[in-house]
C-alpha cells in the first residue's frame, strides 16, 4: 500500500491587512526546519498573495481568505485560497518607484513556479512552489 500524502496545512485569516502578519507567525511556527533562506523567500511570496487577495479579491463565505501550504521533497507551495475577483493575477511590468503592481513579479522571481487554480464554486487559489535548497 502506498505511504499516505499528508493534507495541505491550512490557516483561515480575516480578509484585511493585517492577516499578513499571521500568515508569517503561522508559518515560522509551522515550519521550524526550514533553511532559513528558503523560509525568507515563503514568507515573502506569502505575504504577496495575502496582500493581493486582501486588496484585489472577494473575501470567502464568512469574510475571511485561507491559506494552505504544502511541504514536498523539493519545495513548499504555499496557496491562497479567496472568493475570487473580477482580474486575474499576473505579472506586471516593474517600475522600482511605483507603491504598487509588484507581488507576482517579487512572486515570480522567488518561485519556481505559481499560477492560478479555479475551485469551480467562484473561489479561487493563488499559489506559488519555492524550491528547497
Known amino acids: 500500500m502506498p ?3 499528508p493534507a495541505p496545512e491550512r490557516l483561515r485569516v480575516p480578509h ?6 499571521q500568515v508569517r507567525r503561522w508559518l515560522r511556527e ?10 525568507d523567500d515563503l514568507l515573502v511570496c506569502a505575504t504577496e ?3 493581493n487577495a486582501v ?4 473575501p470567502l463565505p464568512g469574510g475571511d481568505v485561507c491559506v494552505t501550504f504544502e511541504l514536498g521533497p523539493a519545495d513548499v507551495e504555499v496557496g491562497v485560497i479567496d472568493g475570487g475577483s473580477r482580474t486575474h493575477p499576473h505579472v506586471c511590468a516593474v517600475n522600482l518607484d511605483s507603491a504598487h503592481g509588484r507581488g507576482m513579479f517579487i512572486v515570480s522571481k522567488l518561485s519556481t513556479d505559481w499560477g492560478v487554480r479555479s475551485l469551480g464554486d467562484g473561489t479561487q487559489e493563488v499559489w506559488a512552489r519555492i524550491p528547497v535548497r
Do not use: F, M, N, Y
Request: aromatic share 0%; hydrophobic share 40%; proline share 8%.
Open 49 to 51: 498573495l495575502v496582500s
Open 30 to 39: 509551522s515550519l521550524p526546519d526550514l533553511p532559513e533562506e528558503v523560509r
Open 3 to 5: 505511504a499516505a500524502i
Open 16 to 21: 484585511q491587512s493585517g492577516a499578513a502578519s
Open 55 to 58: 486588496r484585489h479579491a472577494r
